[in-house]
């Protein structure tokens, strides 16, 4: 994972969050979901690569 990738994901995680954060009890669940799926799996996903890379490489 290059520092391309892993800025990208920082904006998207940041983005998520911010969506997160600024909605409310109203907002439908196809926004929820997906947000809260990027919330949690994003940071799983970017460790997860980080590892594996730096493992391979070794």
Not at 9 to 15: I, P, Q, S
Not at 44 to 51: E, H, M, P, R, S
Request: glycine residues 6%.
């Amino acid at each position: 994972m290059n520092r391309t990738e892993l800025f990208l994901a920082l904006v998207v995680f940041l983005l998520a969050a911010l969506v997160y954060e600024t909605g409310d009890g109203n907002t439908p669940e196809f926004v929820v979901i997906p947000v809260l799926l990027i919330l949690f799996l994003l940071p799983i996903y970017v460790v997860g690569a980080l590892i594996i890379e730096n493992a391979i490489n070794r």
